[in-house]
């Protein structure tokens, strides 16, 4: 299956800060996701990014089929944005999304 | 439009008793598939299933099971609990699962065997 690998591990950051967290993938893939797990583990949706640039409220994300990574950024962090963000694929001959193993954020006041 | 339906949110069982756990995908959505989340392996994949059939299975021993039903939702079994079965249960909605579908999950089930 595809390999995803996401960096960095963790991230610790003030409020109001920005940052920037990656996601590589081993193969091209038709759907790519971030989501952002809550501290009761739902996984909410953050954006539905196979190729191409969104931007919703203070995040945002690139993804760069051709190279076979996406971005995530979060602008003016706040204390809420804390969690774990995950970035996963499906692949073109795929059924099942393959996920990275997460960065933690921790955002303080 | 409702959201993807997860019960029980938290269950308590101990070794050797089997547990049942529901899904309701998203109104439409034909498409459910269950991961396991551990601190250890991360999310895995269990299964998928379309139109009350199975189509696609994760490496996961025999004791994990699951059917689908005529209006799309799911239930997932697990047999002859262990420890090791201790994890969050995610399960995930789509149109038909392959391709350009967005995957939506609901807040799982969080499973302790004692």
């Known amino acids: 299956g595809i390999q995803v690998e996401q960096s960095p591990p963790d991230l610790i950051l003030q409020e109001g800060a920005n940052s920037t967290l990656r996601c590589n993938f081993s193969?091209?893939?038709?759907?790519l996701q971030w989501f952002h797990q809550n501290p009761w583990g739902q996984l909410i949706n953050l954006f539905y990014?196979?190729?191409g640039t969104k931007q919703n409220g203070r995040l945002s994300a690139t993804t760069v089929a051709t190279e076979r990574y996406s971005l995530l950024y979060i602008s003016s962090s706040q204390t809420t944005d804390s969690g774990v963000y995950f970035c996963?694929?499906?692949?073109?001959?795929?059924?099942?999304?393959?996920f990275g193993a997460g960065t933690t954020v921790t955002v303080r006041a | 439009k409702a959201g993807v339906t997860q019960t029980p949110r938290y269950l308590i069982k101990t070794r050797g008793q089997q547990v049942t756990l529901s899904c309701s995908p998203i109104?439409?959505?034909?498409?459910v598939s269950w991961y396991q989340q551990t601190p250890g392996q991360g999310l895995q994949f269990l299964f998928e299933?379309?139109?009350?059939?199975?189509?696609n299975k994760g490496n996961f021993p025999g004791r994990f099971s699951g059917r689908q039903f005529s209006n799309s939702r799911s239930e997932m079994n697990v047999s002859t609990l262990e420890l090791g079965d201790s994890a969050l249960y995610l399960c995930?909605?789509?149109?038909?699962?392959?391709?350009?579908?967005?995957?939506?999950f609901g807040a799982g089930t969080r499973l302790s065997v004692l």
């Open positions: 995930a909605s789509s149109l038909n699962g392959y391709g350009k579908n967005i995957q939506y």
């Open positions: 193969d091209s893939v038709n759907n």
């Open positions: 990014i196979p190729s």
């Open positions: 996963a694929v499906l692949g073109s001959n795929d059924y099942k999304l393959s």
């Open positions: 109104s439409g959505h034909r498409s």
């Open positions: 299933y379309f139109s009350e059939t199975q189509r």
